[in-house]
């Protein structure tokens, strides 16, 4: 039996795996460039973590939360958004910054394949690998430290928070692209996103009512660390997978009316 | 000096040619110090032990938040003349190449403050309920802002440097970037920290790029600490100077360009 889509699907995953294969040749050529741009990241959360570690020596919990249960928020927030980054990020940043407004989504509108995906997809940042496996490495450490382990229900419901929190990442980001196509300089756009989501790597109730509203609607940083931790630590209700399913949907349609609406909009001279 | 001023005026032209995104990049900056605020203060809630209370954690990363564009920027632009050629222009013509950058980047840094200084002072003053600063003490922090973005402007332009020998120096510099700008005391004030670091670090230069200001700002600290924390930034300067001077020198001989 067929799936719809699939064909479109494994061909898009193939393409993609190719793009994959030619970042990482093309990081290759300057191997010592690539090895100290494998260190910017790890070391702007190691300075994360020290922050936070520092927050520890004053109180022993923050809104109710160990310093185990932080930690494993901090490192399943880094671990996803990092992730998302490493696939998406530098080319919307890159787009955003310059190849909206020089014209060059000339040459991807030419191609056989969905502008989003390539305006989107075809920048892998890959310098990102050793930020992601550290972060996995501590969450594991922390998860241990546990005094209960998990139950299976918890990690299958955490496993579907983190899909459904990167695909939100992806769709909220990729909607705030779309700004790249209505002014001639967004690039802020998405750094000022970046900065705020720092912030997910703590437990959202520290902060105040008004700003914990922009954390699950405007910026969804919540999805990207503490709600998927909420269940992982036996905290959640299992009302929010279907929020979260919900609120993907919602991003979903917001995201493909931003894009046609932009695309529509699109125009370039002498590019 | 007079020939810099019209790259300062260029500087402040440009900066201000995307409005939007200049306000969007000064919220950034301000947003990420005032979030991390909010962090300290559900500390405060559950400690009452804190060197300081939540007025005074208010003020702090206010004045941060005001204080962070003269040390935090990104000379990204040095690295990129560096590696295409762009250094060329300063070896033929009388122009230096450390004061043209430094005037361009002041304009960027200089603005930024100042639009930051009239916005969020009032906050400071309402928000924490702070306590209105006596004039030595405003006079001392005023001489401190140009040392501040000198030293700053120094040290990251020998960072730069690097890219005589390495294709991608913004690596090292970002990664560096972000220890400065935590021993700088951006993310923690540093009276939180054990009172042994607060010893190490005041020897060293960071901490007076923003806490001793600030601390000086909000009478923490007392106007003859302000006043050797300034003459150590100082003697930093004057080392950081030296060694950017060398690096340069040393650069230049290994620089290359065709076909410019």
């Given at each position: 039996?067929?799936?719809?889509?699939?064909?479109?699907?494994?061909?898009?995953?193939?393409?993609?795996?190719?793009?994959?294969?030619?970042t990482?040749?093309?990081?290759?050529?300057?191997?010592?460039?690539?090895?100290?741009?494998?260190?910017?990241?790890?070391?702007?959360?190691?300075?994360?973590?020290?922050?936070?570690?520092?927050?520890?020596?004053?109180?022993?919990?923050?809104?109710?939360?160990?310093?185990?249960?932080?930690?494993?928020?901090?490192?399943?927030?880094?671990?996803?958004?990092?992730?998302g980054?490493?696939?998406?990020?530098?080319?919307?940043?890159?787009?955003?910054?310059?190849?909206?407004?020089?014209?060059?989504?000339?040459?991807?509108l030419?191609?056989?394949?969905?502008?989003?995906?390539?305006?989107?997809?075809?920048?892998?940042?890959?310098?990102?690998?050793?930020?992601?496996?550290?972060?996995?490495?501590?969450?594991?450490?922390?998860?241990?430290?546990?005094?209960?382990?998990?139950?299976?229900?918890?990690?299958?419901?955490?496993?579907?928070?983190?899909?459904?929190?990167?695909?939100?990442?992806?769709?909220?980001?990729?909607?705030?692209?779309?700004?790249?196509?209505?002014?001639?300089?967004?690039?802020?756009?998405?750094?000022?996103?970046d900065?705020?989501?720092?912030?997910?790597?703590?437990?959202?109730?520290?902060?105040?009512?008004?700003?914990?509203?922009?954390?699950?609607?405007?910026?969804?940083?919540?999805?990207?660390?503490?709600?998927?931790?909420?269940?992982?630590?036996?905290?959640?209700?299992?009302?929010?997978?279907?929020?979260?399913?919900?609120?993907?949907?919602?991003?979903?349609?917001?995201?493909?009316?931003?894009?046609?609406?932009?695309l529509?909009?699109?125009?370039?001279?002498?590019? | 000096?007079?020939?810099?001023?019209?790259?300062?005026?260029?500087?402040?032209?440009?900066?201000?040619?995307?409005?939007?995104?200049?306000?969007?990049?000064l919220?950034?900056?301000?947003?990420?110090?005032?979030?991390?605020?909010?962090?300290?203060?559900?500390?405060?809630?559950?400690?009452?032990?804190?060197?300081?209370?939540?007025?005074?954690i208010?003020?702090?990363?206010?004045?941060?938040?005001?204080?962070?564009?003269?040390s935090?920027?990104?000379?990204?632009?040095?690295?990129?003349?560096?590696?295409?050629?762009?250094i060329?222009?300063?070896?033929?013509?009388?122009?230096?190449?450390f004061?043209?950058?430094?005037?361009?980047?002041?304009?960027?840094?200089?603005?930024?403050?100042?639009?930051?200084?009239?916005?969020?002072?009032?906050?400071?003053?309402?928000?924490?309920?702070?306590?209105?600063?006596?004039?030595?003490?405003?006079?001392?922090?005023?001489?401190?802002?140009?040392?501040?973005?000198?030293?700053?402007?120094?040290?990251?332009?020998?960072?730069?440097?690097?890219?005589?020998?390495?294709?991608?120096?913004?690596?090292?510099?970002?990664?560096?970037?972000?220890?400065?700008?935590?021993l700088?005391?951006?993310?923690?004030?540093?009276?939180?920290?054990?009172?042994?670091?607060?010893?190490?670090?005041?020897?060293?230069?960071?901490?007076?790029?923003?806490?001793?200001?600030?601390?000086?700002?909000?009478?923490?600290l007392?106007?003859?600490?302000?006043?050797?924390?300034?003459?150590?930034l100082?003697c930093?300067?004057?080392?950081?100077?030296?060694?950017?001077?060398?690096m340069?020198?040393?650069?230049?001989?290994?620089?290359?360009?065709?076909?410019?």
């Amino acid at each position: 039996m067929k799936v719809p889509g699939s064909k479109a699907l494994i061909r898009y995953l193939t393409i993609y795996g190719q793009i994959l294969g030619f970042t990482l040749k093309s990081l290759l050529e300057y191997r010592l460039n690539f090895f100290l741009q494998l260190w910017y990241g790890p070391a702007y959360v190691a300075v994360l973590f020290m922050i936070m570690q520092t927050v520890f020596t004053k109180t022993p919990t923050l809104a109710g939360w160990s310093k185990v249960e932080v930690t494993i928020l901090f490192a399943t927030f880094h671990a996803l958004y990092t992730f998302g980054i490493m696939l998406f990020g530098k080319t919307i940043r890159h787009y955003l910054s310059e190849g909206i407004s020089s014209g060059e989504v000339d040459w991807v509108l030419l191609k056989p394949l969905r502008p989003q995906f390539l305006l989107t997809f075809s920048r892998p940042e890959l310098q990102h690998v050793l930020l992601v496996a550290g972060a996995v490495g501590l969450f594991s450490h922390a998860v241990g430290q546990l005094s209960s382990a998990p139950l299976l229900s918890q990690w299958l419901g955490f496993s579907w928070m983190l899909v459904m929190g990167l695909l939100i990442v992806y769709f909220s980001l990729s909607t705030y692209m779309t700004l790249g196509f209505m002014v001639t300089r967004a690039r802020q756009v998405i750094e000022l996103y970046d900065k705020t989501s720092d912030y997910s790597q703590y437990p959202t109730p520290i902060f105040p009512a008004s700003i914990q509203i922009i954390f699950f609607t405007i910026l969804p940083t919540a999805f990207f660390g503490y709600l998927p931790t909420l269940f992982l630590l036996g905290k959640g209700s299992y009302y929010w997978p279907i929020l979260a399913t919900l609120t993907v949907v919602i991003f979903a349609i917001i995201n493909q009316a931003a894009w046609k609406r932009a695309l529509e909009r699109y125009t370039s001279a002498s590019s | 000096m007079q020939k810099y001023l019209p790259v300062i005026r260029i500087g402040v032209l440009d900066a201000l040619e995307y409005r939007l995104d200049l306000a969007l990049h000064l919220i950034k900056y301000a947003l990420a110090i005032v979030m991390m605020s909010l962090v300290w203060l559900a500390v405060a809630r559950q400690n009452s032990q804190l060197p300081l209370d939540q007025n005074q954690i208010i003020s702090y990363f206010l004045g941060a938040a005001i204080l962070y564009s003269l040390s935090n920027f990104h000379t990204d632009y040095i690295e990129q003349d560096i590696r295409l050629g762009g250094i060329s222009k300063f070896l033929l013509k009388p122009i230096s190449s450390f004061w043209y950058y430094w005037s361009f980047q002041f304009s960027q840094s200089g603005l930024e403050t100042a639009i930051k200084i009239v916005t969020m002072t009032p906050m400071v003053l309402l928000l924490a309920q702070a306590v209105v600063p006596s004039w030595p003490q405003v006079a001392l922090t005023i001489l401190y802002l140009p040392v501040i973005f000198t030293f700053s402007f120094t040290m990251l332009i020998t960072i730069s440097s690097i890219a005589f020998w390495f294709n991608e120096a913004w690596a090292i510099r970002w990664s560096l970037n972000i220890f400065f700008r935590f021993l700088a005391g951006m993310f923690i004030p540093l009276s939180f920290m054990a009172p042994y670091w607060q010893h190490i670090l005041w020897w060293l230069p960071f901490t007076h790029l923003a806490s001793t200001p600030i601390n000086v700002m909000m009478g923490t600290l007392s106007l003859a600490q302000g006043l050797e924390g300034l003459l150590i930034l100082l003697c930093w300067l004057v080392a950081i100077t030296a060694v950017q001077r060398l690096m340069w020198q040393r650069g230049l001989k290994h620089y290359e360009s065709t076909g410019l």
